[in-house]
């Protein structure tokens, strides 16, 4: 795979997770705040992954996030999320 491929791919997901995490407190009333006590997961990380800000968030971040909502991982990155941005 060419690092161009690789580098849409990034993208893609970083606008997937992106979307999802700002959907997803809004949705449940959650501070960006509230998110890091409940996830775990460091204050600053989650304030860049909800600006879009390019950050390296493996699979680990993602399962704290869905646990942190009460869903699971592939529910956090819906198959539809994926669809949507297959046809941009």
């Not at 997961?41 to 989650?46: F, H, K, N």
């Amino acid at each position: 795979m060419q690092e161009a491929d690789l580098e849409k791919i990034e993208a893609k997901l970083q606008r997937i997770l992106t979307g999802r995490l700002n959907q997803l407190c809004k949705e449940e009333n959650l501070t960006l705040k509230d998110l890091s006590r409940k996830s775990g997961v460091s204050l600053s990380t989650i304030r860049r992954v909800a600006q879009g800000k390019h950050c390296n968030v493996g699979i680990d971040v993602v399962i704290k996030f869905s646990r942190a909502f009460g869903i699971t991982a592939s529910q956090f990155v819906d198959e539809n999320l994926l669809k949507t941005e297959d046809e941009d």
